[in-house]
Structures are given as structure tokens and as C-alpha cells.
């Protein structure tokens, strides 16, 4: 397995409580401590060329406002995705179910400072016809890992104890188990006034591995997408405005039905390789 083309992710920037009043509060409120953060969305996603991103980001930055802990070239997004021996959240995602869900750990910032104390998300994300529903609370690493891997009830604040009941109902009725990681650098756009709930991300240097989940580990990993593309996604609480969708058309984007996680599980050979699989270079 080749060596990660640039071990060191930004680094992490600290959680903004729930009650700020930024203009970015919407995006940030998924990183924010509290009980239970869930939410309804609909989201597009894109594969472009890298080459194209210049023309995005000055139209992004002329509409929205960066995401205040991603000015400086974005932050690392990691996660160890969960799924059963056979892969059943992977053939729900390639058989395109109208409900599907999975079950992920994920932290944001730098991976090599992840050790027992670090907060991570815990989070079921679950599709309901053309609508993303995420669920997540915020742990320590080591309960996150008690809760997931360990298959026991951990400390938690009120509010959070159904949700804890069903990730261990999941981990248990389906015997769950670490399947595949994934890591990339992203920069995130959010709106403002009667846009506040609309959100576009650029995700690059997509990575993934297929064994070291722990999310510190010093393991190496290699690109699941080829560099010069980037995954982009338009996320909105009902609809995405029509400049947005103007401005796809106009740098000739087209919607993609790619999953970072399924690309990893490919990448791997734990799956044949789909209709949607984006071959890297190593497997052309």
C-alpha cells in the first residue's frame, strides 16, 4: 500500500457552542456539544476536476461565507464506517434503497492527535427516499469505541440514552464491525440571511484504509479517488437555490452518485467494483 501522499491534516479547531451566533452556526452546530444534534437535508453531490475549482470558489466567496474552522486550507475529516460481514449498508447504498442507513464514527482535524480523551461523533446517517437524515452525539474516543466495538452502554448526558439504545441495537442485532476508513481535506462554504441553512463542501485528497481503524492510528493509506478530482456537495434544509445549481451547469458539473465510503470498500477489493466506482490510477 503506498504511503498517504501528506500525512498531517489541518489542525483541529475547537467546537462552537450551540448558542453562537455566527453566520456559520448552521454548520457548525453538528460539531457543537450538545444531547442529540439531528437534522433533515437534501444534498447534491458532484466528482469535479480539480482545474475547476478556482472558478467555484470565487463564485462561493462572492455568495457565501467560509466556514470559520476551514480559512486556512480546510480541516481533515475522518471516519471508520461500520457494516456487517456481508456488507449490508454498502449493498443498500449500490442497490439504491429509498431507506437506507449506516454507522460511523467520525472526527474532524488532525488524526494523529486522536487518543482516548479526543471527542468524536458518533453517527447514524440514514437516507429516507431523497432526504439525508443525520443523528450524532459528541464522546470520548474511548467510550465511542465501548459503545461501537465494546457493545456496552457508556456515560452520557440526559437525552442522549435513546440513541446510545439504538447504535447498540444496531452493533448488536447486526454483529457490525469496523469495514473500511476514510480521510479527506475539506473546505466548507455556508450561506447567510435567508440562505443560512445552505452548505457547499470540497472535499480533495481522498483516502481511505482497510484495516487500523483506530482513527489515530499511525497506519498508511492511499487515495480511493484520484487527486485531481473533488467531491463537491450542495446541501440544503429544502431546496438549493438556482444560482447554485446554474453555477454547476455552467462549469458543466454533473451529479454524481458517488459514496466515499462504498469508493473505499471497492478501492480494497471487499466489493466488486459498481457502475458509480471512480477507478484511481492503481486500478486503471
Not at 450551540?18 to 453538528?30: K, M, S
Not at 484504509?209 to 446541501?235: M, S, T, Y
Amino acid at each position: 500500500m503506498p504511503p498517504d501522499p501528506s500525512p498531517a491534516d489541518a489542525p483541529e479547531a475547537p467546537a462552537l457552542p450551540a448558542e453562537a451566533g455566527n453566520d456559520d452556526h448552521v454548520g457548525h452546530a453538528l460539531r457543537a456539544p450538545s444531547r442529540l444534534h439531528a437534522f433533515n437535508r437534501y444534498e447534491i453531490k458532484y466528482l469535479m476536476p480539480g482545474t475547476a475549482l478556482p472558478a467555484l470558489r470565487a463564485e462561493l466567496d462572492r455568495r457565501l461565507d467560509r466556514d470559520s474552522h476551514g480559512t486556512a486550507g480546510g480541516y481533515g475529516v475522518w471516519s471508520t464506517y461500520y457494516d456487517t460481514r456481508d456488507l449490508r449498508f454498502y449493498w443498500e447504498k449500490i442497490e439504491g434503497l429509498k431507506f437506507r442507513r449506516k454507522l460511523r464514527i467520525r472526527h474532524y482535524g488532525d488524526r494523529f492527535g486522536v487518543d482516548d480523551d479526543t471527542d468524536v461523533f458518533v453517527e447514524i446517517k440514514q437516507r429516507v427516499n431523497r432526504v439525508t437524515q443525520k443523528r450524532r452525539v459528541a464522546l470520548p474516543y474511548r467510550l465511542a469505541l465501548q459503545l461501537c466495538d465494546g457493545r456496552e452502554m457508556v456515560e452520557h448526558e440526559p437525552g442522549q440514552r435513546a440513541f446510545l439504545e439504538e447504535v447498540l441495537g444496531l452493533v448488536g442485532r447486526l454483529d457490525l464491525q469496523p469495514v473500511a476508513m476514510t480521510g479527506y481535506q475539506r473546505e466548507a462554504f455556508v450561506g447567510r440571511g435567508a440562505e443560512a441553512g445552505l452548505r457547499v463542501t470540497v472535499d480533495q485528497r481522498l483516502r481511505g484504509r482497510d484495516r487500523d481503524f483506530h482513527l489515530g492510528a499511525d497506519a498508511e493509506n492511499r487515495l480511493i479517488v484520484p487527486a485531481r478530482l473533488a467531491v463537491v456537495e450542495f446541501k440544503a434544509n429544502e431546496r438549493v437555490p438556482y444560482w447554485l445549481t446554474d453555477l454547476a451547469a455552467e462549469l458543466n458539473l454533473s451529479v454524481a452518485r458517488i459514496s466515499k465510503y462504498c469508493q473505499s470498500v471497492e478501492a480494497f477489493g471487499r466489493a466488486p467494483r459498481s457502475i458509480f466506482h471512480v477507478p484511481t490510477r492503481s486500478e486503471a
